[in-house]
């Protein structure tokens, strides 16, 4: 069965500091990969998607950016952090090929608050 | 490009009386619809979806949903409420092409009053 890892749970980084999440999933391949943030009371706000390695979408242009060196591995990274980047951090995955109906599948999340 | 409306980000119900959470969808292609639960700070579950065939989807935990084409709508309920159905859901809306990440509602919040 597939399953999906976040890293860290929770975290918390002065405003201007660097950042790195990792999710990784298990499983399957070639998996389409998403970032998703959820700001208090704004629902769900996709960051990035990607349909393989190197490619990435940009949803929304700021301080953010995604990569993905593995097939399985999606990063998310800022170089300097920003109040406003505090929030819930999903990342998600849904099958590449096969059925044209892409559920996507949710990570626990991380908690990130910028001080 | 299709969009989901949520109406009312914030729904309370007495425990064991009916749930319904509102989804209004808007699409140029017959839709594929799908409600996910979220718990505090977990991440997002399936509830059901609804791709094609038979218009009335049952899921998990005793919830429903019902596609009208006519209404554009998507409504989840459940006939009687839980302590543990509080949580936040969301309906999203798919295109049905390959590669095309799905699109949330704002998502609407369950209390239950015991």
């Known amino acids: 069965s597939q399953t999906i890892h976040q890293w860290p749970a929770t975290l918390v980084q002065p405003v201007g500091s660097p950042l790195s999440l990792e999710c990784t999933v298990e499983?399957?391949?070639?998996?389409?990969l998403y970032w998703y943030r959820q700001a208090a009371g704004r629902g769900l706000q996709l960051l990035f998607y990607s349909v393989g390695i190197g490619q990435i979408s940009s949803e929304v242009p700021q301080n953010l950016s995604a990569s993905r060196p593995q097939d399985r591995q999606f990063i998310l990274s800022s170089k300097k952090l920003l109040l406003s980047d505090s929030g819930f951090y999903l990342c998600?995955?849904?099958?590449?090929?096969?059925?044209?109906?892409?559920?996507?599948?949710f990570g626990p999340g991380t908690r990130l608050t910028v001080t | 490009a299709q969009s989901v409306t949520q109406l009312g980000s914030h729904v309370s119900v007495s425990e064991g009386a009916l749930v319904l959470l509102r989804c209004n969808y808007s699409s140029s292609v017959p839709p594929y619809l799908f409600w996910y639960v979220q718990y505090p700070n977990q991440g997002l579950q399936l509830l059901l979806k609804?791709?094609?065939?038979?218009?009335l989807v049952k899921g998990i935990n005793g919830f429903e949903a019902e596609f009208k084409k006519s209404e554009t709508s998507f409504h989840l309920t459940k006939p009687s409420a839980h302590m543990s159905d509080a949580a936040e859901y969301f309906c999203a809306v798919s295109d049905g092409l390959r590669n095309t990440p799905l699109v949330f509602g704002k998502g609407t919040r369950l209390s239950v009053i015991a």
């Open positions: 609804y791709t094609t065939g038979a218009t």
């Open positions: 998600a995955w849904s099958d590449h090929v096969g059925t044209a109906i892409d559920e996507q599948y």
């Open positions: 499983g399957t391949s070639n998996p389409n």
